[in-house]
């Protein structure tokens, strides 16, 4: 979904994507799958740039990183954006410049770059989804829901694990295969 800031009123103009209306859809399914979403943007002139704010309304399948449990992480976000037009840069030139959005700066808007006046708004809140799943996802704030039970249940297993004899070892079966495979020594 890519849209022309230059036919941007100087009111600015609002817009709203969701599931039933299927702009950014296949833009994120990678992502969030099936599940529903809710993105709202207003872009308006400033200056020679263009400030856009909004949210993004979703939820993303996880698997909780504490106890291996399945869940539904609701990813709720507001963003502010400055959206400045930038010249490709030729292959012969350098350019040297650090990170251009300063996550220290976290009141203030962060800066994205268009080419040629056209806002990729598909691939901006595939990123601004990608960037808000979380590293070590939990199924509970501040503590995961199901740890007590995944623990009793590692210790179920190791209990089990330690039980198991030698013979009921798959590295023991190998072993008398392959004793059974060694050729019989001729006296």
């Not at 504490?66 to 400055?82: A, Q, T, V, Y």
């Not at 962060?110 to 006046?117: A, E, K, M, Q, Y």
């Amino acid at each position: 979904m890519k849209i022309r800031l230059a036919e941007i009123p100087v009111e600015g103009r609002k817009f709203s994507f969701n599931r039933q209306t299927g702009e950014l859809n296949s833009a994120l399914t990678d992502i969030i799958d099936e599940a529903p979403y809710r993105v709202e943007l207003l872009i308006r002139p400033l200056g020679n740039a263009f400030e856009m704010e909004g949210r993004v309304v979703t939820s993303m399948k996880e698997v909780c990183s504490l106890c291996g449990w399945d869940l539904s992480l609701p990813i709720n976000k507001d963003f502010r954006e400055i959206l400045i037009d930038e010249p490709e840069a030729g292959r012969d030139t350098h350019h040297v410049h650090g990170n251009q959005s300063v996550d220290f700066l976290k009141e203030g808007p962060s800066t994205t770059p268009v080419r040629d006046g056209l806002f990729d708004a598909a691939e901006f809140v595939h990123e601004f989804v990608a960037l808000a799943e979380p590293l070590y996802p939990s199924c509970g704030d501040p503590d995961c829901e199901h740890l007590e039970e995944a623990k009793q249940k590692q210790a179920e297993l190791a209990a089990e694990f330690e039980k198991a004899d030698e013979n009921t070892s798959p590295f023991a079966s190998l072993e008398k295969i392959k004793d059974s495979l060694k050729p019989k020594k001729k006296h």
